[in-house]
């Protein structure tokens, strides 16, 4: 198995197992309140990834980037937070919300000037289905089939 193939794996399955946390957080409490707690457990493992040499090794930019992305990490997370708790099933929000690679496959094209291979498209196609299927909401109490309207014969 490739290295980061493990790894990878384990992401996928804390994410997925967070996401639950997430859903029964903002069930008890505001996504404000929800952001505060998620940045101290984030802050509990500081002891472990913590290493003497980590500021005196790093620029001015780099620190800049890493605190930009923990930045739009936390109100990417509040603004999950706010779906969940204004009534979005965790089955459909967590999953929308992991469509973010589509908006990273966005500026990779337009700044880093990468491009896609026509199987990838094929993904990136099948992703963005995927974001409408899930999007997809009939009104409580319908069902898909009584959404669709009459047909006169």
């Keep these: 198995m490739t290295s980061w193939l493990g790894y990878a794996c384990i992401a996928i399955t804390l994410w997925g197992i967070v996401g639950l946390f997430q859903k029964l957080g903002t069930n008890r409490m505001p ?62 929000v967590v999953p929308m919300t992991a469509l973010y690679p589509l908006v990273t496959v966005g500026l990779a094209i337009a700044f880093l000037k990468e491009r896609p291979t026509p199987l990838e498209w094929l993904g990136i196609i099948v992703a963005l289905a995927g974001g409408a299927m899930l999007s997809y909401e009939t009104v409580p109490g319908e069902t898909a089939q009584s959404a669709q309207p009459e047909r006169n014969v």
């Design 31 to 92: 996504a404000r309140s929800l952001v505060i707690w998620l940045t101290a457990g984030f802050l509990m493992l500081l002891p472990f990834f913590w290493s003497p040499g980590t500021w005196s090794s790093l620029s001015g930019k780099a620190v800049a980037v890493g605190l930009l992305g923990g930045l739009l990490n936390g109100l990417g997370s509040w603004a999950l937070f706010v779906a969940l708790e204004n009534g979005g099933k965790a089955s459909v």
